[in-house]
């Protein structure tokens, strides 16, 4: 029996080649209408009124829904994913560009997007609050009144302070610098949409809609419509990627769904990119400042970490409720330290809300940024190798399970074998050289380093949960009499190849092959309860709950078999796919066989009541734990600042492969991001609040011309808690490269003397650096 | 406004708005959903379509101008059953992952190989440097293009009618 | 996606029907030619003409072509068929460096050079191009055609001399033998706008060390009818060393008046100014010498 892991091809790639996928936007219903949202202009105002009679006497309108409307159904408000709430329709004030005032519904798309037009709004403007830095100052406009406490969301720390402070102390060199993770977006090529189907006389909601995580969603609709949870139904379908952008309840959707109920036909809404970049969830906006503490020798003895964060109008972070910073505490990243205390506080600020998204892992991307810059910056200071310094300093194998200063505990890693092979492939002693030569000849390369651990798998549920609902994921396995088996999951493809991957994982176990494995996703009327993918946490949790069903399909068929053989359990052993007479293994049945005489005549035995079929729902006992080292080359121009990725080499350890073709690809995207975050992707704003970088002509997304071939390389470092040692791949690109790229170009500009450029380093950001005066690159160049 | 538009060899004739866009007017009208749509600013490539043998962005384009010409979408690629070597190469070199940009991204590899059979890496890079893929990092797509150029022609694609 | 307004549409299929359509109904008619400029505007909304004239269907528009000592561009010209013509492209290497820099490749199939020189935006490559090279343009009216210097064509942001009844048909470039020209842009990423672009054009004397004459066209920092004039007087008769052709990239910076945007700060653009005027100086330089490509 072949193993079923490798590099097989995907079975979703036919629809998609032949273009006969089936996304939001594809799908057309009889009767269908389309909605529309007017949305505010101004950052912060007060709503005096609010007239739609133009709007809905316009032929083709069938209705327009406001705040009050939607207020009427209790719907005008809904809960955040943590716990805070988000207006549906803004019934008092607006409270970010950009937020959702109105919901017209038409006949068409296009007479929707006319309807807008006609609807007035008297909006009393007032004085916004963009600056993150000047939340908490006395006499800053108040985002959240309705909140106790003004701006301040909250305050949160982690690791020991008093031995991180006596750390500090008593060290020979400490380096600390002010970085800015810049606010970014995930920008799926895919925006978010839904149709919402309300059939008033069975009482059940259907939604098509662009979710990652629909169990959740379906939770969260029965909360907030006050529908039962059995009545209704949402199909996830083919999704244009998501990245994290599809995992939050946007307003849109409640919109169509109300708009359904009000006018008993499929209401269809599906956003455009420039609503999608300024009102669904962004990523990062972490303003830190980071200190690191080592000996003369380059021994890092302690981390120190003040952050403030931005989270926008409403706190609609997507991450686990006890984490208000995510998993943040991770900063210690990959080193032995002594000790490290970190503190995040968190502000509203009159922007989006949202935070965490685009292959964070849950802000683990801004811990991993914040520690190799300060790595970085700490080797120069040292005038030490950034590669020697973190050899010296990176935990190794005997040291694992090992426990950091602020609680995480890593499962598995060999990270000087990484990074070894890391330097190798790019081959680091010789590009030093060159860099050298170039220099003297007044040329500019830079060489960048990361090294990066990551907790991927969320779970376990009793630490873990989004709302309450803890994070453990699904799976039902269905076995046919003929041996073919159906997968499903509650985890939800946005093109990572589940399709694919947990066939071959379920294959792998029964002795299958993956053409015989159908995996059922993305509709919560066909598949268990779970949390979603998001957070890499596909392979590692439900992954690990297909093959637990699998071990439990396998050992109902040991006894199947053991029946069919007519000997006990124990005389058999599963070996080469198929259950086997010990000492006889030409004795032998496989799964067809086996799952026939199930559902024959057979007498069965105990435990067995006419098929295979199994479930699992699972928990994981920790994160797990992928690691990395990637190295950056870049040519940087100083007369115009321009940069250029010439080479990334990316080391990547997740554990078993089990696809290694999409794992690259994973892999091959993640890196493109560092290239885009660090060198041209952020979300702007002037100072009355503009949402500059709401298109794709200002928020540039990286092309086939920036982005180098990579060259990869792995080490496989099981999971030793995961039933088949994988660890996840999703994020881990992501969180890795944009500290590789960014110290590659701080490295180029070392002759120049520029010790720190904030992201994106785009030419005039460069540019400026060079000379000195660098651009706060979070606000508009005035 | 009325207008006759030959998409994929088959005539379509539909009174439309002037100002309704050709992708709209192929997804909406036609049904033919294949091609997508992704910005606003005719910068992310999804919708790019043949018109009159010439990827454009069909965003940026009424569907009145389209009047008397001829469309091909990638539901026009494939011939009696048989895939196109391009479409085959996707699928052999994981050129794809979500979905969302490949017909955008197979409609100009077609053309592409259609006028200079054999590119190097940088010119497929540049061929494709007008549409965005967020899932693939680009890679696996140039490999696949550069896969169909050698196979092109293979599998009695050739054998035309 | 964000979708036009309503709209009238009329096709012309000559230019005299073009212009009689435009006079009809003037002021709220605007010529559809490829649209990669006019639709985009109409999608934001932030045009919205009453009438459209589509003029793709006017036979003998789209040409790239030599008339004696000249280049002849059709307005109704793809910026593809200019980056593909080599006829353009052996006279003119400017023209080719800025169309390979011009939006992307299939943006290029279908936009129009009249098109993009109508639209007159301030970032708009070839108008600088053109400049450098001292062009001009052929406007067609009811009262017949005039020729307008490449120079004098923008009046500003988004505004030429073309007059609501009027119509650009065609650009006209003289041919002078022994120059070179480049041209340079730098953006934030391929196909963005131009944070700060410039083009030369220089013809050499006495053995190639003097420059006879020069033509220097700057995009998006603000220079009057894109040319950077005070370098360009600056330059004339001068040596053509590297000194002197830092001295005009410098006067150019001094001259021009960029604004700080999201592409980046004032002071870098007027930087970018006189390094990329310097750059493309010493490549035109160069290539009038034979000695670059």
């Known amino acids: 029996m072949n193993d079923a892991y490798g590099p097989v091809p995907r079975k979703e790639d036919a629809r998609f080649i032949r273009g006969q996928g089936t996304f939001v936007d594809d799908i057309a219903l009889p009767g269908m209408l389309h909605g529309a949202i007017l949305r505010s202009p101004l950052a912060h105002a007060r709503i005096v009124s609010v007239d739609a009679t133009a709007a809905r006497a316009h032929p083709m309108v069938v209705a327009v829904l406001t705040g009050e409307d939607l207020a009427k159904r209790g719907m005008a408000w809904m809960p955040t994913l943590f716990g805070d709430v988000q207006a549906v329709l803004a019934t008092d004030k607006v409270r970010f560009q950009g937020q959702e005032i109105a919901f017209v519904v038409a006949t068409d798309r296009y007479a929707a997007r006319d309807a807008l037009e006609l609807i007035s709004v008297d909006y009393e403007p007032l004085p916004p609050l963009i600056d993150a830095l000047t939340a908490l100052d006395p006499g800053a406009p108040v985002v959240r009144e309705d909140l106790p406490d003004g701006n301040h969301i909250f305050d949160w720390s982690a690791g020991d302070k008093e031995a991180t402070d006596a750390a500090f102390a008593a060290a020979d060199v400490v380096v600390e610098c002010d970085m800015i993770y810049p606010r970014s977006h995930p920008a799926p090529l895919e925006t978010c949409g839904a149709i919402a189907d309300y059939d008033a006389v069975s009482g059940k909601l259907t939604m098509w809609s662009t979710s990652q995580a629909p169990h959740a969603h379906r939770t969260l609709y029965a909360a907030i419509t006050g529908l039962p949870e059995h009545k209704i139904r949402i199909v996830s379908p083919d999704l244009g990627g998501g990245f994290g952008a599809k995992v939050p309840v946007y307003p849109g959707y409640l919109c169509a769904i109300a708009a359904s109920m009000e006018t008993g036909r499929p209401v269809k809404w599906v956003e455009d990119r420039s609503e999608s970049l300024m009102s669904t969830t962004f990523a990062r906006d972490y303003h830190m400042h980071g200190e690191i503490a080592a000996t003369a020798a380059g021994e890092i003895i302690a981390l120190r970490a003040r952050v403030l964060a931005d989270h926008g109008a409403f706190n609609a972070v997507a991450q686990p409720s006890k984490f208000p910073a995510g998993f943040f505490h991770i900063f210690t990243g990959s080193y032995q330290i002594r000790a490290a205390h970190c503190e995040v506080t968190g502000v509203f600020t009159n922007k989006a809300p949202g935070g965490v998204a685009y292959s964070c892992s849950f802000r683990i991307t801004e811990a991993v940024y914040l520690v190799e810059r300060l790595t970085d910056m700490l080797a120069r200071e040292l005038g030490m190798d950034p590669a020697e310094l973190r050899m010296r300093n990176l935990l190794r194998p005997e040291q694992f399970p090992y426990t950091t200063p602020a609680g995480w505990q890593y499962d598995s890693g060999d990270y000087p074998r990484a990074l070894r092979l890391a330097l190798d492939m790019a081959g680091y002693d010789e590009l030093r050289r060159e860099q050298a030569e170039r220099r003297a000849r007044g040329e500019y390369m830079g060489i960048g380093l990361s090294f990066f651990t990551e907790g991927v798998g969320a779970g376990p549920r009793s630490q873990m949960d989004i709302l309450g609902l803890g994070m453990a994921d699904g799976a039902d396995l269905r076995v046919h009499p003929s041996g073919k088996a159906v997968l499903a999951i509650s985890v939800q493809t946005q093109g990572q190849g589940h399709e694919t991957t947990f066939a071959q994982l379920v294959a792998h176990e029964l002795g299958l092959s993956p053409d015989d494995v159908e995996v059922v996703h993305g509709d919560t009327d066909r598949t268990p309860f779970g949390l979603g993918t998001y957070g890499s946490r596909s392979t590692p949790v439900s992954g690990a709950a297909a093959v637990v069903a699998a071990r439990r399909v396998r050992e109902r068929a040991r006894l199947v078999a053991a029946a069919m053989f007519e000997v006990a359990p124990d005389d058999l052993e599963w070996l080469d796919g198929k259950w086997r007479v010990r000492g006889d293994p030409d004795q032998a049945y496989g799964l067809d066989e086996i799952a026939k005489a199930a559902h024959s005549t057979l007498e069965l035995p105990g435990g067995i009541e006419g098929h295979l079929d199994a479930s699992a729902v699972y928990n994981p006992p920790n994160l797990t734990f992928p690691f990395g080292a990637y190295i950056c080359v870049t040519d940087v121009d100083p007369g115009t600042g321009e940069v250029t990725v010439r080479r990334f080499v990316a080391v990547d350890d997740c554990g078993v492969r089990i696809n290694p073709m999409i794992v690259e690809g994973q892999i091959h995207r993640g890196l493109a991001d560092g290239i885009g975050i660090a060198l041209m992707q952020s979300i702007v704003f002037d100072d009355t609040g503009n949402c500059l970088g709401g298109s794709f002509m200002d928020y540039l997304l990286p092309t086939a011309i920036e982005c180098p071939s990579p060259e990869l390389g792995q080490t496989v470092t099981p999971s030793p808690h995961h039933p088949v040692g994988a660890k996840g791949i999703g994020e881990s690109a992501t969180v890795g490269s944009p500290a590789a790229v960014v110290n590659s170009v701080v490295d180029a500009l070392t002759p120049f003397g520029v010790v720190h450029a904030d992201m994106p380093l785009t030419p005039g950001n460069v540019w400026r650096a060079i000379q000195g005066r660098p651009v706060r690159t979070d606000l508009a160049i005035g | 406004m009325k207008i006759t538009v030959t998409v994929n060899g088959t005539d379509y004739s539909q009174v439309v708005e002037p100002r309704l866009l050709l992708i709209h007017f192929l997804r909406d009208e036609l049904r033919l959903t294949g091609s997508h749509w992704g910005c606003d600013t005719s910068n992310c490539g999804a919708c790019v379509v043949w018109l009159d043998e010439t990827p454009v962005k069909s965003c940026t384009v009424l569907a009145v101008m389209a009047d008397g010409r001829q469309i091909t979408t990638v539901e026009g690629l494939a011939r009696g059953g048989a895939l196109d070597p391009v479409q085959e190469a996707f699928a052999t070199c994981h050129g794809l992952q979500c979905g969302f940009c490949t017909p955008g991204m197979i409609m100009t590899a077609r053309w592409l190989l259609d006028h200079n059979p054999d590119p190097s890496p940088a010119e497929v890079r540049e061929a494709i440097s007008g549409q965005v893929c967020r899932c693939t990092g680009y890679e696996n797509i140039v490999k696949s293009v550069l896969w169909a150029a050698k196979h092109d022609g293979d599998d009695g694609d050739d054998a035309d009618e | ?293």
């Open chain 3, 1 to 293: 996606m964000q979708v036009p307004a309503q709209v009238e549409y009329e096709k012309a299929t000559s230019v005299e029907q073009a212009l009689s359509l435009l006079a009809r109904y003037a002021p709220g008619a605007r010529i559809l030619a490829g649209g990669h400029s006019l639709i985009p505007m109409m999608k934001l909304r932030l045009a919205q003409p009453d009438v459209l004239v589509d003029i793709n269907a006017i036979p003998g528009l789209r040409y790239i072509e030599t008339a004696g000592a000249e280049l002849r561009i059709g307005a109704l010209a793809r910026h593809a068929d200019l980056l593909g013509a080599s006829l353009a492209g052996e006279h003119f290497t400017i023209l080719h460096d800025a169309e390979r820099v011009i939006a992307d490749p299939v943006v290029r199939n279908w936009g129009t050079i009249g098109g993009s020189l109508c639209q007159a935006d301030p970032s708009e490559d070839l108008s600088a191009a053109f400049a450098a090279l001292k062009g001009s343009m052929i406007v067609h009216g009811p009262d017949g055609s005039r020729e307008v210097s490449a120079r004098a064509f923008h009046t500003g942001p988004y505004q030429t001399v073309v007059g609501p009844a009027e119509m650009l048909t065609e650009i006209r470039l003289p041919i002078r033998p022994g120059g070179g020209s480049a041209y340079m842009k730098v953006a934030r990423r391929i196909g963005d706008w131009p944070i700060g672009a410039a083009g030369a054009a220089v013809w050499l004397a006495g053995n190639g060390d003097r420059i006879d004459d020069v033509g220097i066209g700057l995009t998006a920092v603000g220079a009057t009818h894109f040319v950077a004039a005070e370098a360009e007087d600056f330059l004339r008769g001068q040596p053509a060393d590297e000194q002197t052709l830092a001295r005009a990239g410098a006067i150019a910076a001094e001259h021009c008046r960029p604004a700080s945007d999201l592409r980046g700060p004032a002071d870098y653009k007027r930087h970018l100014v006189q390094e990329l005027t310097t750059r493309v100086l010493r490549v035109a330089v160069q290539r009038a010498r034979g000695l670059a490509s």
